[in-house]
């Protein structure tokens, strides 16, 4: 009995010892095992590298696959962003991204001019200094341009054909009557591509000028896009038969076979693309390694995929592949970008002003701008099909285009450092709210620019005949 009664004791004290070897076991695995796997994943962390660009799938995915297979081991994440939304999410983000990969060279000088860029003179061969007489790679070293980037129209045949609608070629074209409702654009805030195209007008014909041509062209829209990409996919879908665009979208688009084609108005600019190293990028030798490998004549290959369509920024590219007719040649076209000297450290001084006018002029007062100036465009029509003269006709558009034309602020007044340093803050449509002295601005920006489109529209309309 005392035998028997002892039993369940007994195995309960074995219990007990297996348990407290399995604890012992675990905690032997966890201090044995533990440093090993912390050290696997910072190996593997350190082979991760993190990239902002404003650049489609099509291109980036072709890249990260290729640099992947050729630094096994390496990672690479891809984070999108339009060229401004970029900007903002490195001032949040510096420490964790490694990369910066858009087209515009402004939005790298804005970086510069706040530190966040590393200097680093990739050691390529073949990559020349200049080109259409703009430097190739930033002077100081702290960006350097991987592909030539221009921008110019692309328009749809089928839909021009169908309307009898003429291809336009130069930037004037896109304010003619006719045009009203076909075009397709973005605006510079939502796109580091239009911003350049519209520096660029500003640059070559002046303050004035350059902004009226700007409304004009804007007032033929038939809607302003969320982003660059939606219109070259708008043209190609037929929801708009013209738009402006960087040339790679055009051909791009023409290479997967839409009825589509592109031009550069004499009036563009034709300058580098962009990659650079952040200031405190986590893995700073892949990063060199990736500027390496696009500067590759492997990585400039790449570029000519279809689906990619960009003008690699190597010479001996161009002269190794037999490409189509319609593709372009920078450096054998010689007046291609020749009529615009682009002056990027002015871009940079003023490059959320000029943004934030865009907005407030155009996205968000566009069926104002359209309204008056489809009643200007009647008229003009009237006074030109009738070959009679309508003076008190001719004064009503002449002074309307005044008041359409006139801008908030001057050229200097944009310029200035003190000024431009109010513009901190960004919009994503008009409803969006901004506070403190550029709230200010803004409002009373939006208080001139409708008043006078409003009063320009009122004075034509009273001066048009009956219908």
Not at 11 to 35: C, M, W
Not at 185 to 206: C, K, M, N, Y
Not at 286 to 302: D, K, T, Y
Not at 321 to 348: C, I, M, Q, T
């Amino acid at each position: 009995m005392a035998f028997g009664s002892a039993q369940p004791y007994d195995t309960g004290f074995r219990q007990q010892l297996r348990d407290i070897s399995a604890k012992r076991l675990a905690v032997l695995y966890v201090l044995l095992f533990f440093p090993c796997l912390i050290h696997a994943t910072a190996t593997h962390s350190g082979q991760r590298l993190v990239i902002v660009t404003s650049f489609p799938e099509q291109m980036t995915g072709v890249f990260k696959t290729a640099f992947e297979q050729r630094n096994p081991g390496s990672m690479v994440e891809i984070i999108s962003k339009k060229t401004s939304a970029g900007l903002k999410y490195l001032d949040e983000n510096r420490n964790s991204v490694d990369l910066f990969w858009v087209s515009a060279p402004d939005a790298f000088e804005v970086l510069k001019k706040k530190g966040m860029l590393k200097r680093y003179r990739p050691q390529a061969e073949g990559i020349p200094r200049r080109l259409s007489g703009y430097p190739v790679n930033d002077p100081d070293g702290y960006y350097s341009g991987f592909a030539a980037a221009g921008y110019g129209v692309m328009w749809n045949r089928d839909y021009l054909q169908t309307r009898h609608l003429a291809a336009p070629r130069e930037w004037i074209d896109l304010t003619r009557p006719e045009y009203q409702g076909h075009i397709g654009l973005s605006a510079p805030s939502r796109s580091g591509t239009t911003h350049l195209t519209v520096e660029a007008i500003l640059q070559l014909r002046g303050w004035q000028r350059g902004w009226a041509l700007i409304k004009a062209m804007a007032a033929n829209a038939k809607t302003i896009t969320v982003k660059s990409g939606d219109v070259p996919a708008g043209v190609a879908s037929g929801e708009f038969g013209i738009g402006i665009v960087i040339d790679f979208y055009g051909l791009m688009t023409k290479a997967e076979g839409a009825p589509v084609e592109f031009t550069y108005p004499a009036e563009t600019v034709l300058v580098p693309a962009n990659i650079a190293i952040l200031e405190e990028a986590p893995r700073p030798e892949l990063a060199e390694r990736f500027i390496e490998f696009l500067l590759s004549p492997q990585g400039q290959q790449l570029l000519l995929k279809p689906e990619i369509s960009r003008l690699p920024i190597r010479p001996a590219t161009y002269l190794e592949n037999d490409l189509p007719d319609y593709f372009p040649r920078p450096y054998s076209a010689r007046e291609l970008g020749a009529h615009v000297a682009f002056d990027v450290l002015k871009s940079r001084r003023r490059y959320n002003v000029v943004n934030s006018l865009f907005d407030v002029m155009i996205s968000y007062r566009l069926d104002e701008l359209r309204a008056a100036m489809a009643s200007v465009q009647r008229a003009e029509t009237l006074i030109q099909s009738t070959h009679q003269p309508h003076p008190d006709l001719a004064g009503a558009v002449a002074r309307a285009r005044d008041l359409i034309n006139r801008i908030p602020i001057d050229e200097l007044t944009a310029g200035d450092p003190h000024f431009a340093a109010r513009f901190t803050q960004k919009r994503k449509k008009a409803t969006d709210v901004v506070t403190g002295r550029q709230a200010e601005i803004e409002n009373s920006w939006d208080t001139f620019i409708l008043d006078n489109y409003r009063k320009a529209k009122a004075i034509v309309d009273s001066a048009l005949p009956p219908e």
